[in-house]
């Protein structure tokens, strides 16, 4: 089954407590994104990525990290959470940017105290 | 700078009637539209894509969405509404290095 997957789905953590979550793909595809949802903010795009090593910021990287050593994995790491990135965040992938629909992962709740 | 707006943050239209979600980009060139639905609890789906085939455009569970070039617009619709439409809708701009999503519209369903 073509799916994107997300670990873990739930997460509470502290303050300064580094944390992974991790992002998979089954699909080939080369675009990678990681995306917070805010209430009355819609999706914002932290960062994504063409392909293998290749990575950009979206609109609201600050505090985040990313890399794509492989094609189907594409981890979002946050080295330090404030409280500030409580939210919810998904992963999605395409075969590219444009015409192309995104296939979003289940979604991760995280919450920093 | 591309843009996609979603003209009402919340919609609520009674089971049976039609359903039009509004949204409107700002581009200087036509760009890729997509429309994705987020049921409570879940990631996104797609239910339509525009990519300049055709400007009236079908997609699942009875949606259809037609693009405006003159008015910029990309609104959702569907005939009659069932109590299962209840959910979130993103309204997605795509063109080169960009994907803008719209603040999204949520939709109430009343018996």
């Known amino acids: 089954e073509a799916q994107v997957t997300q670990n873990p789905r739930y997460l509470i953590t502290v303050t300064g407590k580094k944390l992974t979550v991790t992002c998979s793909q089954n699909?080939?595809?080369?675009?990678m994104s990681w995306y917070r949802q805010d209430p009355g903010l819609g999706l914002r795009q932290i960062y994504y990525?063409?392909?293998?090593?290749?990575?950009d910021k979206g609109d609201v990287p600050e505090g985040y990290k990313v890399s794509r050593k492989e094609k189907r994995n594409f981890p979002l790491i946050l080295e330090s959470p404030s409280p500030n990135q409580t939210s919810l965040y998904f992963c999605?992938?395409?075969?590219?940017?444009?015409?192309?629909?995104?296939?979003f992962g289940p979604g991760t709740r995280l919450t920093v105290t | 700078a591309q843009s996609v707006t979603q003209l009402d943050s919340h919609v609520s239209v009674s089971e049976g009637t039609p359903v039009l979600l509004r949204c409107n980009y700002s581009?200087?060139?036509?760009?890729?539209l997509f429309w994705y639905v987020q049921h409570p609890n879940k990631g996104l789906q797609l239910l339509l894509k525009y990519t300049s085939a055709a400007t009236l455009v079908k997609g699942i569970n009875g949606f259809e969405a037609e693009f405006k070039k003159s008015e910029t617009s990309f609104h959702l619709t569907k005939p009659s509404a069932h109590m299962s439409d209840a959910a979130e809708y993103f309204c997605v701009g795509n063109r080169d290095d960009k994907i803008i999503f719209g603040k999204g519209t949520r939709l109430h369903i009343l018996p």
């Open positions: 699909m080939n595809h080369e675009y």
């Open positions: 999605a992938s395409s075969y590219g940017q444009g015409p192309y629909e995104q296939y």
């Open positions: 581009s200087s060139y036509s760009p890729s």
């Open positions: 990525s063409m392909n293998v090593e290749v990575t």
